[in-house]
């Protein structure tokens, strides 16, 4: 081992966080929930979004009613049930509630980040792990994403703590933490593997390196990385034996699956992900400051330059986002950036222990950092991206429930042509959008084609609630370019809903309500009875 290396191991060790220190982390896992429950006050009693209220939420009430994991108000998509047992436990202590929801999702995103903090201390220091903490906890993606009823959040966390644990060589808890991690989201079984496969590689790569030494991880086998899969199989199984598929119901398999296995695709979706891991809503300067950092020398304090994260430890990350990076790409048939929750941490972690061993005012690129994550939770960026992944999502749920109040008191015995998630929002009180059910005629979106069949019967309804499906940037530079938008259209479910002007006027009615925010609108429109 290389002088350098030894000074390395023995600071990390130094910094890194006693196994009996409850109490201090206790404080901190206080202290996080405390500052995520002040800054999501105002969303805290928001009404269910998107898949929120389209699975994960009825999946979860399906198990607090029956204390089934196999949902009856949905078609299982094969998920794990971790996540929803934890918020049928709490709705069983609390009462079913929005407010209790959320709070639950926001103690596992606290858990998240004190497993982040943990994870960044052994690889690094306190400095940096302080900043990490931070910015990811202000990131849009993961701040929307700490309220929000979802897996790959939760799925992260538990990710990071079996992360430090394998750093802190202690199999057993490795194992603990990725086996709940695969329980929480399938997908958390990518980090394990691309573990085993870097502690394959590791062996020559190292001979030929002496810097690769120590290796993190020592302790951890491969039989311990297997054994992580083991409770999901059992989940798997389980899930075979009382649904008849394993994966999910055909139609999701087809979706994020059978459909996705595509040779042009595929290269296209990698592109998209890198964007998120290091552009995506202000990414781009962090992955800018690390960069131009790498030309600078390291720091030198008292005569010694300021360390790097060990090379191995480095290497173990690396893997897990090129994991993360491959599987993503041909799987899933939204490109969702919460589905790189678990990684897009690691990239920030990497890109600040960068600025911080280079760069003498690393604190004030942090600052600025800090400042475009706060802008992009309430800016909508100049690019197509996800409702979720900022507060455009508050914007979308506060104009569908004052529309469906509208609906409530305007029109509260009339069927209602619409959309999902609409539909749901109004079938569903439970959801907490309306009071009284609604009988609804549903569309796929409302496009010219799905209008123009709506036409067609139109004594079926007697209303419309459209709104806008997908967030359109009002300048976006690759609006005039052809193939794109014929290549968004095949691959990535992409298309254009018309104005409510037009629904207006193609189905014979009349806009009795109408509301635009941010690039998203809501109408209800009222059919001319002839």
């Not at 455009?392 to 004052?402: C, E, G, L, N, T």
Request: hydrophobic letters at 50%; proline letters at 7%; charged letters at 15%.
């Amino acid at each position: 081992m290389s002088a350098s290396a030894a000074a390395l191991q023995s600071r990390q060790s130094q910094s890194r966080p006693p196994g009996s220190a409850w109490s201090l982390q206790l404080l901190l896992f206080a202290l996080l929930f405390a500052a995520l429950m002040l800054l999501h006050a105002p969303l805290l009693r928001l009404p269910y979004f998107w898949d929120e209220a389209g699975y994960y939420i009825p999946v979860a009430r399906d198990l607090y009613l029956t204390g089934s994991p196999i949902p009856h108000s949905t078609v299982s998509n094969a998920h794990p049930p971790l996540v929803m047992v934890l918020l049928a436990l709490a709705w069983r202590i609390f009462g079913f509630s929005t407010l209790v929801t959320r709070t639950a999702m926001i103690m596992l995103a606290a858990f998240s980040l004190l497993g982040l903090f943990r994870l960044a201390r052994s690889a690094a220091n306190l400095e940096i792990a302080a900043a990490v903490t931070v910015l990811t906890a202000i990131y849009p993606v993961f701040f929307t994403q700490s309220s929000l009823a979802q897996l790959d959040l939760p799925a992260a966390g538990l990710t990071f703590w079996a992360l430090a644990a394998y750093i802190e060589d202690r199999p057993w808890q490795t194992v603990l933490w990725f086996s709940l991690a695969a329980l929480a989201k399938e997908t958390a079984v990518l980090a394990p593997f691309a573990l085993l496969a870097w502690q394959v590689v590791a062996p020559p790569v190292r001979r030929w390196r002496v810097e690769l030494s120590p290796a993190p991880g020592r302790k951890t086998h491969i039989f311990h990385l297997l054994l992580t899969i083991f409770p999901l199989a059992c989940w798997f199984a389980y899930h075979r034996a009382r649904t008849g598929f394993i994966f999910g119901n055909p139609d999701f398999f087809r979706y994020n699956v059978a459909t996705t296995l595509n040779l042009l695709r595929i290269p296209i979706a990698f592109a998209l992900r890198l964007w998120q891991l290091f552009g995506y809503f202000g990414l781009y300067l962090l992955t800018l400051a690390a960069l131009l950092a790498i030309f600078r020398p390291p720091r030198v304090e008292n005569t010694v330059s300021r360390p790097r994260i060990d090379i191995g430890i480095q290497a173990a990350f690396v893997s897990i986002i090129l994991a993360y990076l491959l599987f993503m790409s041909a799987v899933g048939g939204a490109v969702l950036a919460r589905y790189l929750l678990p990684v897009s941490p690691l990239v920030i972690l990497l890109l600040v222990a960068t600025l911080w061993r280079r760069l003498r005012y690393w604190k004030l690129i942090g600052v600025a950092i800090a400042l475009a994550f706060l802008s992009g939770l309430f800016t909508n960026p100049p690019y197509g991206f996800s409702l979720e992944d900022n507060l455009a999502y508050r914007d979308f749920v506060v104009m569908h429930a004052q529309a469906s109040q509208f609906l409530a008191m305007r029109y509260p015995n009339s069927t209602v042509l619409t959309a999902w998630p609409a539909s749901d929002e109004l079938t569903r009180p439970w959801l907490a959008y309306v009071a009284r059910p609604f009988q609804v005629v549903r569309l796929e979106d409302f496009t010219p084609s799905q209008i123009d069949t709506a036409a067609r019967a139109r004594n079926r309804y007697d209303v419309v609630f459209a709104f806008s499906t997908k967030y359109h940037p009002p300048h976006n530079p690759f609006d005039d370019w052809a193939t794109w938008q014929r290549i968004k259209e095949k691959y990535f479910g992409f298309h254009r809903d018309l104005s409510p002007e037009q629904i207006a006027q193609r189905l014979g009615g009349n806009i009795s309500s109408r509301k635009e925010e941010n690039g998203l609108w809501v109408a209800v429109i009222a059919l001319d009875k002839q």
